[in-house]
């Protein structure tokens, strides 16, 4: 959970800011085991700025095994040490996952904020649009040319004025750059500048 802690933190702001009385849908692309997802949850239900009623996360990934684990919401402790360490962002951490024996078991406020299916980022268009779209530390692991056919996929699904956030290491590909203005260029947090200043959210 929480990888990277100051993304959070900066991700956190992103979520404020969206916090306009509208709703907010966050996607997390490539989404694993849920933990990415389910940190998102738990970051809205943390913040008194952020109507966590409000919040919508899907998290999509392309195989079928590890999105059951994500449903789950269950991880080992072999699989997720030092959990006090990694919600350590959080105010009352003890209120989102629960430990019985050596699982860790996500709350049941946090699970059903979110929910999951399979998605191919390389061959399926995105499954609506977003206003954040997190998609973190897939791209070190693929060639150029999927990474560019993914870049398209999420750029697709970022609302117009939305946010993206990648991998703390990788880079946005030079022919999609001048989408993306860097928020927080150190954490990797973009906005899309489709129509800069006008956020042009759909309810």
């Not at 940190?39 to 059951?68: N, Q, Y």
């Amino acid at each position: 959970f929480f990888r990277n802690p100051e993304v959070w933190e900066g991700l956190r702001e992103v979520l404020a800011e969206l916090d306009d009385g509208r709703r907010t849908r966050i996607w997390s692309a490539a989404c694993s085991d849920g933990r990415e997802a389910y940190s998102a949850a738990m970051l809205a239900l943390d913040d008194d700025r952020i109507d966590a009623d409000r919040v919508e996360i899907l998290g999509t990934d392309i195989k079928p095994e590890i999105l059951r684990t994500a449903r789950q919401g269950e991880y080992h402790a072999s699989e997720t040490n030092d959990l006090e360490s990694q919600l350590e962002p959080l105010a009352d951490n003890d209120r989102y996952v629960r430990r019985d024996d050596d699982t860790f078991c996500v709350a049941d406020e946090v699970r059903e904020m979110v929910s999951f299916r399979k998605h191919d980022l390389v061959q399926e268009e995105p499954p609506r649009t977003f206003d954040l779209v997190l998609c973190r530390n897939l791209f070190i692991y693929i060639n150029t040319e999927a990474k560019q056919a993914i870049f398209e996929t999420l750029g697709s699904g970022v609302e117009p004025g939305g946010y993206l956030t990648i991998g703390m290491t990788e880079t946005v590909p030079r022919s999609v750059r001048d989408r993306y203005d860097p928020v927080e260029k150190r954490l990797r947090i973009y906005r899309d500048t489709t129509r800069d200043g006008d956020t042009g959210r759909r309810r």
